[in-house]
């Protein structure tokens, strides 16, 4: 068990930062620019793919809680990891509610200025970004 967990501290830190890098900073810009993708299909595309991102980084995230706690890891690792979870439960519960309220508001045909809560969101996932990679590193024996 200890050797599993120690792999999944190994090999989680850069699965979770690739999912974040790809979906947010790439996935996410890029479908406003394709044809015929108005606002309001882009928003309804964009509520799906953060909630599975957002699912699978609970999943990965509580697996690394486990993994953390039967390995005992270094301090480093342990500050990271509280970091990213830190900041993903901001992200879900104080950013995601506002922006699905608003973006519930954007798809029954209001127009709207772009959210406040929009840019806390990026704040936090660039701040993750850091968290994770910050993690990735310390978890390499």
């Known amino acids: 068990m200890q050797v599993f967990a120690q792999h999944v501290v190994w090999l989680l830190p850069p699965l979770w930062l690739g999912m974040v890098l790809a979906i947010s900073?790439?996935?996410?810009?890029?479908?406003?620019?394709?044809?015929?993708?108005?606002v309001p299909l882009g928003l309804g595309i964009g509520r799906l793919v953060f909630r599975a991102l957002n699912g699978a980084e609970v999943?990965?995230?509580?697996?690394?809680?486990?993994?953390?706690?039967?390995?005992?890891?270094?301090?480093a690792v342990r500050l990271w990891l509280g970091a990213a979870v830190a900041l993903?439960?901001?992200?879900?519960?104080?950013?995601?509610?506002?922006l699905t309220r608003r973006s519930?508001?954007?798809?029954?045909?209001?127009?709207?200025?772009?959210?406040?809560?929009?840019?806390?969101?990026?704040?936090?996932?660039?701040?993750?970004?850091?968290?994770l990679l910050g993690l990735a590193i310390a978890a390499v024996p």
């Open 88 to 98: 993903l439960s901001l992200q879900i519960l104080a950013v995601r509610p506002t």
């Open 25 to 38: 900073f790439v996935e996410a810009p890029l479908k406003f620019r394709a044809p015929g993708i108005t």
């Open 59 to 75: 999943v990965l995230a509580v697996l690394l809680v486990l993994a953390a706690v039967v390995v005992t890891p270094g301090d």
């Open 104 to 131: 519930n508001r954007v798809l029954a045909g209001e127009e709207l200025p772009r959210s406040r809560a929009h840019y806390w969101y990026v704040g936090l996932e660039l701040t993750k970004v850091v968290a």
